[in-house]
């Protein structure tokens, strides 16, 4: 058994944010390592082992490219840091990557009105909006992961930056469970945010209902809107966003439960029953 841990995101780039994670990757070849001792000694750990960071690398994912530039040695076996070396980008992979996260943005089309509801928003575009610039970015060989130096070089001026760290504040507030000053200002900021990224407007509104029957396959976002269907009293499992909060470490079980709801809800809705809240 052999594994390697890495730290990644702002607390190994030196631009920590006191509001941000630690991002802690564990690379195992071979058996795995003892994984929930080494979670009680560094906290959320993102586990892969060596055959799916090389599947990654194959398919020119951009997270090994995150991997080999931000990445920083923690513990464990270093030769495994090779595996990140002469890393080919997909063109292809990354213009589809880009495809699909602008048709989820203009997807989601409302959210819950509450003020959970409205951090969820920031939050979710947040990620999404951070996602789009990083592959943008790539496609000009660009592979910076910080949030703002990603944001200068995708070309944006500073009251435009200051606009898209109002999202990143979103995120910071929904997950610590916290809120922010003139939550009623979230729908202006989201869809100036939209516009200055993917350079159309996006439309969002105060309260609606999942249409069910469009979530076609287990995949991150259709996670998210599960999670507003939760906030929005659609569906009642707390242990769901519990579990979304470690997503990687959850993959499979996340899959699993994201598939049983989905079609629960579309079974529930072609014989027009309402499930139990």
């Known amino acids: 058994m052999s594994f390697v841990l890495i730290e990644c995101g702002s607390s190994a780039r030196g631009d920590f944010n006191p509001e941000s994670d630690r991002d802690i990757v564990c690379i195992w070849k ?38 080999g530039v931000d990445g920083k040695h923690l513990l464990g076996d ?11 980008p997909n063109t292809k992979a990354t213009q589809k990557n880009i495809m699909e996260t602008e048709s989820f943005i203009k997807s989601i089309e409302w ?16 990620v999404a909006l951070r996602n789009y610039i990083f592959c943008k970015n790539s496609l000009d060989e660009i592979y910076i992961f910080g949030y703002e130096k990603a944001l200068k070089a995708f070309g944006l001026a500073q009251i435009d930056i200051e606009l898209m760290l109002k999202l990143r504040d979103g995120k910071y ?18 869809e100036l945010a ?9 439309r969002f509104r105060e309260g609606g209902s999942t249409k069910w029957d469009t979530l076609n396959k287990s995949s991150y976002w259709t996670e998210r809107l599960i999670e507003r269907a939760i906030l929005n009293n659609e569906h009642a499992d707390s242990e769901f966003i519990d579990i ?9 079980l996340l899959k699993s439960k994201t598939l049983k709801i989905v079609e629960s809800h579309k079974k529930n809705q072609n014989n027009n029953i309402t499930p139990p809240i």
């Open 30 to 67: 071979e058996s795995k390592p003892d994984f929930e001792s080494l979670k009680k000694s560094f906290g959320d750990i993102a586990f892969y082992s060596e055959k799916t960071i090389s599947k990654m690398k194959n398919k020119g994912s951009l997270f090994i490219a995150h991997l």
């Open 78 to 88: 270093r030769t495994l840091l090779s595996i990140f070396k002469d890393f080919e």
């Open 111 to 126: 959210f819950p009105y509450t003020d959970r509801g409205a951090l969820w928003l920031l939050d979710v575009l947040y």
């Open 173 to 190: 507030a929904y997950r610590k469970g916290t809120t922010l000053k003139n939550l009623t200002a979230t729908r202006d900021i989201a």
């Open 194 to 202: 939209c516009k200055k990224i993917l350079k159309s407007q996006v």
């Open 244 to 252: 979304l909060k470690s997503h990687q470490y959850n993959k499979q």
